[in-house]
């Protein structure tokens, strides 16, 4: 691996860290667990886009799942993707009844839906990642699809900028 994609994957992982598996904590509660979900839905539609930039978004999301998240959502990758649609573009959960603080109750069936609850969502979220990351430093094609991503015009790295306030 070269010092340059190193020090991007090290810059990356720095970022999501920060604003992924710091952030969302802090919507682990009654009042935050629907922005959490939505939250964790766009971490796995990040770490997708530099798994592998040449699929379709769906396919790419789907076959992340289903690559590194843990066994009890693997083969749930094609509700994962329609649960991601619906919260993204209608603040509908699909395939699942949301519930926060309710380990218990974790992928259990609720009439027609399946319950998922927040902190396991969030859990399966930071094993992908550290799965993802792992693999990353030592598979060739993963480095190459990485940096492939992160180089795209149209953003594949985070971005930081720093909002100042502006007085007449």
């Known amino acids: 691996m070269t010092e340059s994609t190193e020090k991007d994957i090290d810059e990356f992982r720095f970022h999501f860290d920060s604003m992924y598996i710091g952030g969302i904590p802090r919507l682990l509660d009654e009042a935050g667990a629907f922005l959490a979900f939505l939250?964790?839905?766009?971490?796995?539609?990040?770490?997708?886009?530099?798994w592998n930039p040449n699929m379709g978004s769906g396919e790419r999301f789907k076959g992340f799942v289903a690559a590194y998240f843990p066994d009890n959502l693997k083969?749930?990758?094609?509700d994962l993707?329609?649960?991601?649609?619906?919260?993204?573009?209608?603040?509908?959960?699909?395939?699942?009844?949301?519930?926060?603080?309710?380990?218990?109750?974790?992928?259990?069936?609720?009439?027609?839906?399946?319950?998922?609850?927040?902190?396991?969502?969030?859990?399966?979220?930071v094993l992908a990642?550290?799965?993802?990351?792992?693999e990353l430093q030592e598979e060739g094609t993963l480095r190459a699809n990485f940096r492939r991503r992160i180089d795209e015009k149209d953003g594949g790295a985070p971005d930081s900028h720093i909002g100042a306030r502006v007085t007449t």
């Open 39 to 50: 939250t964790i839905l766009t971490a796995v539609d990040a770490l997708a886009g530099v």
């Open 75 to 78: 083969s749930r990758a094609e």
């Open 81 to 125: 993707w329609r649960f991601r649609n619906l919260m993204v573009h209608a603040f509908n959960p699909g395939p699942f009844a949301l519930v926060c603080n309710q380990s218990r109750l974790h992928l259990t069936p609720h009439g027609e839906v399946t319950v998922l609850n927040a902190q396991d969502f969030y859990t399966a979220l």
């Open 129 to 134: 990642s550290q799965n993802y990351f792992r």
